[in-house]
């Protein structure tokens, strides 16, 4: 061999060697489809600037999509993901299966403390951040103004049930296609069900006893769904039990709902201009709750970027949640698109910004309803759960969609609400017995 | 619309799935449906329901366990993994049509043929094949839109690197916000391809299904 074919080899030989330490890290993100996400992959040309050897590959779903996908990948351990977002009700589930990464060893500018302590709870396990927030929201009562003066009523700050189903009776003008409340009546742990456990946590209900026996055939529950059956037929929407979040906001944005109770989110698109025609005649109100009851529904969500055990890229990972959910991230937000378009609910800071206030005038009360959350007790009774608008066990995605099909059942008017709280209680009760909660 | 999302990818992807699913269907499907027609035992016809039957499972029912199959063959998010699910999802109705067009096909031919001295696959190749094109394109044309549209397992065992047009539409759906203008726009895109297809071919498709039928 010559010493030039030596040579030659050799230079292969460090050549292949040195390739993979060179070889660019490819992350793939699953991320869901809303406004706020795709606007974080159009930005993301700022983190691979700033990490040149990193790729990033969207994959960008449908909530009910995603959350299967997400979920078949990280029990299988599959490894197609090295980013996934995924809701506040997951996170403390996958981080007790250890199907999560911690979120330890973040940059110190990242500045955890400055994260909304509710979301910061809701996200974090035996004092572990399991997940980094990018968007929070509660829910809050948002109606129109200038019907409520021509109704002569008046709502307030914090609004209590019988105040508001009494403004949504008043405010209703069949005549004129505007309907008093708009509330959400399709089946789904996710949809109606989101809203009619925190009308149940506001009314002093509960979903579990103590001992996880169904709470169904108690005299809150009944109060419950009297009044939401009852307010969505003298003053709801026609076809009220297949309507979701986006049918009441283009009902709201059109100008045929007087009130709206559904997440805070919906501020940002009853008041954008271009799209809703009542932009500058909405008003804001806490979640109501009944007289004599300490508890504005206790509804708390987050979009939140978590790292899967099953990843081979953590730390390209974790620089890239670092990025995302950053207050950095929020003054790029800012300055390409305005304070406006910031994500919402996540940091204090954002909302000690003069800027971002005058942006956007649903900032305190989105704030406020966040903070009035206590997802780590959600309802004033003696409960063994956590979460809010669901409940923080595995089962309650089948337990929740049950329920909620009774539920908008008895909307539609094809069962009385105390049939749909029997099938309910029944349902409910074999479905805990079968998986073991119910000795 | 591309700049958020890499549609020529996809579409690449979903021409290749749904031809090759179809063609690797054809290889499988055209020797069985010779021997179920042409050489039928006292169980072709069961066989021929437990094929159809295998439809009415729900998909979801297998999911976890195709899944940990693939995750450990490395086939997740790999055109030829979709390739060959579609392909066993779509073989039963593939087998049923060609088993009922070849049937419309007199054995007799083939018998002279074999007198003749042609082979297996002589025979197939040369005597079965050209007298049942019309019924191989259709039920090739059925089998590229039954794959083109599938939705279940593309979206399940596809990220982004085989990720066919139904994950573009996907991505364009969201329960938090109205974007119906850019959904339209992802639905059209991704129903063009096949729309044209379809219509290029829409005679082939009709010549093919009511081949053997009385005209």
């Known amino acids: 061999m010559t010493r030039l074919t030596r040579a030659l080899l050799g230079a292969c030989a460090v050549s292949a060697l040195a390739v993979p330490a060179m070889a660019a890290t490819t992350l793939t993100i699953a991320t869901v489809n809303n406004g706020d996400m795709i606007r974080m992959q159009k930005l993301a040309e700022d983190f691979t600037a700033k990490n040149p050897d990193v790729t990033l590959e969207w994959v960008t779903l449908e909530e009910n999509i995603l959350r299967q996908r997400v979920t078949t990948d990280i029990a299988t351990k599959g490894g197609q993901y090295d980013v996934v977002t995924i809701g506040n009700y997951e996170v403390p589930i996958w981080a007790k299966q250890g199907w999560l990464v911690p979120l330890d060893g973040l940059p110190a500018d990242y500045d955890v403390e400055d994260l909304l302590p509710a979301l910061r709870a809701a996200l974090s396990m035996d004092g572990n951040l399991y997940a980094a927030p990018f968007y929070g929201e509660s829910a809050m009562v948002m109606y129109r103004t200038d019907l409520a003066e021509k109704a002569g009523v008046t709502l307030g700050d914090a609004p209590t049930w019988a105040t508001v189903l009494d403004a949504a009776r008043k405010m209703t003008d069949k005549d004129a296609g505007i309907s008093g409340i708009c509330l959400r009546g399709k089946a789904g742990w996710g949809e109606n069900m989101a809203f009619l456990s925190a009308m149940a946590n506001s009314y002093g209900a509960a979903w579990f006893g103590p001992d996880w026996k169904p709470q169904f055939d108690g005299e809150e529950w009944k109060a419950v769904l009297n009044d939401y059956v009852s307010v969505m037929a003298d003053a709801g929407p026609q076809g009220a039990s297949s309507n979701g979040f986006n049918e009441n906001l283009a009902l709201f944005q059109q100008g045929k709902c007087a009130m709206w109770i559904d997440a805070t989110v919906a501020a940002s698109f009853v008041t954008d201009e271009k799209e809703s025609t009542v932009a500058d005649k909405v008003g804001y109100a806490q979640f109501p709750n009944k007289e004599g009851v300490d508890n504005h529904g206790n509804w708390l969500w987050s979009w939140n970027l978590a790292i899967p055990a099953s990843t081979d890229a953590p730390d390209a990972a974790r620089a890239f949640v670092a990025w995302a959910t950053s207050k950095g991230y929020t003054n790029l937000v800012a300055e390409k698109e305005g304070w406006r378009a910031a994500p919402p609910g996540t940091r204090t800071s954002l909302y000690e910004n003069a800027d971002y206030k005058a942006a956007a005038p649903f900032a305190e009360k989105t704030l406020a309803a966040i903070n009035a959350a206590t997802p780590e007790k959600p309802s004033v009774k003696d409960i063994p759960y956590t979460g809010g608008q669901f409940v923080a066990i595995p089962e309650f995605q089948a337990i929740g969609t049950a329920v909620g099909q009774q539920f908008s059942a008895a909307v539609a008017g094809q069962v009385k609400p105390d049939q749909a709280l029997t099938s309910a209680q029944q349902l409910t009760e074999r479905e805990m017995t079968r998986a073991g909660y119910i000795k | 619309m591309q700049e958020r999302s890499n549609y020529f990818r996809h579409f690449m992807n979903s021409v290749v799935i749904s031809i090759g699913s179809t063609l690797l269907g054809l290889l499988v499907a055209v020797p069985a449906a010779w021997s179920m027609a042409f050489q039928p035992t006292r169980r072709t016809k069961d066989l021929l329901m437990w094929m159809l039957s295998t439809k009415m499972m729900p998909a979801v029912g297998v999911l976890i366990p195709i899944y940990i199959l693939f995750q450990r063959a490395g086939l997740l998010d790999n055109r030829f ?135």
């Not at chain 2, 073989?91 to 009922?100: C, D, E, G, R, S």
């Not at chain 2, 043929?113 to 079965?128: T, Y």
């Open chain 2, 81 to 215: 993994g979709v390739m060959v699910v579609l392909m066993l999802m779509n073989l039963p109705i593939i087998v049923w049509m060609l088993y009922t067009y070849f049937r419309e096909i007199p054995g007799e031919i083939l018998e002279a043929a074999r007198m003749d001295g042609a082979g297996l696959w002589n025979e197939i190749r040369h005597v079965l094949t050209p007298m049942a094109v019309p019924g191989i394109a259709s039920t090739m044309l059925l089998n590229i839109i039954l794959a083109w549209n599938e939705a279940f397992w593309t979206l399940n065992l596809t990220a982004s690197k085989a990720a066919p047009l139904t994950a573009f539409i996907a991505s364009y759906s969201s329960p938090e916000g109205l974007f119906y203008a850019k959904l339209s726009a992802a639905s059209t895109m991704a129903i063009a391809p096949i729309l044209v297809m379809g219509w290029f071919s829409q005679k082939q498709l009709v010549r093919g299904l009511t081949f053997g039928a009385v005209k």
